[in-house]
């Protein structure tokens, strides 16, 4: 057998499948357990109904560009691997960039030339202990920056909502910054988002106040437009 038929053989299916029905329970447990809080908290029932709808939309975007590295991995590292790193991960970029590095490490191309069964063990196992990392970290250090975000604040719940969002705007915007350092296809993704939010926000939210909760997944796939736009245009 070739690494092409183990990669993509039942007995890791079955195995990558016990990975994924975690992360499944995990989901399922997070969301009954945030209903109770909302019942202890006297939080009204229409507010995590409206919390999950925006998050399920929000998702669209970043799962389309998941979904589409993921049938770039299948073809190398196998279909079971792909879907089992991509469902407990979801930062295809990153998934892609280990694979890639563990087949060079070992002298090959990630799915080209001299990519044999070893090769794609090394990028399996690059992988597995780059996700390691964060699940440790998180593990080990959330407890502790909670009680460090309540200390900074002061049990100030309106300094709490200005200091966390204060932190988004730096985590997005230190990612913005690199893509667009990537090139005019990633910068050109960057501004439509802008525009879009920007758009949305400031003329269609006003008109159908509803829409405000979807803001974030149409103006990601606004983004995403604007990118193959100016990829045709460049291929032209």
């Known amino acids: 057998m070739d690494y092409v038929e183990i990669s993509n053989s039942m007995i890791v299916y079955l195995l990558c499948g016990i990975t994924v029905a975690i992360a499944f329970a995990q989901a399922v447990l997070y969301i009954r357990m945030a209903k109770k809080m909302t019942v202890k908290a006297n939080i009204p029932a229409t507010v995590p109904k409206t919390a999950f709808r925006v998050g399920l939309i929000s998702a669209i975007g970043p799962a389309l560009g998941v979904f589409i590295v993921m049938v770039g991995l299948m073809t190398s590292i196998g279909g079971p691997m792909a879907w089992q790193r991509l469902s407990i991960i979801g930062a295809a970029p990153t998934e892609l960039t280990a694979a890639t590095l563990g087949a060079e490490a070992a002298g090959a191309e990630l799915g080209g030339a001299g990519f044999t ?62 893509e667009i350092g990537k090139g005019w296809g990633n910068a050109a993704a960057v501004a439509g988002g802008i525009i879009g939010m920007a758009i949305l926000e400031k003329f269609v939210a006003k008109k159908v106040p509803k829409i405000r909760e979807y803001n974030l997944g149409i103006a990601m796939i606004i983004g995403m437009l604007f990118a193959i736009i100016y990829d045709m245009a460049v291929g032209a």
């Open 117 to 178: 069964l070893k090769v794609m063990a090394v990028s399996w196992f690059v992988m597995a202990l780059n996700g390691a990392g964060w699940l440790v970290v998180t593990g080990l250090f959330t407890p502790a920056l909670e009680n460090l975000r309540t200390k900074m604040s002061g049990g100030d719940s309106k300094w709490l909502v200005v200091m966390s969002g204060a932190c988004s705007l730096g985590i997005f915007g230190y990612l913005d910054v690199n």
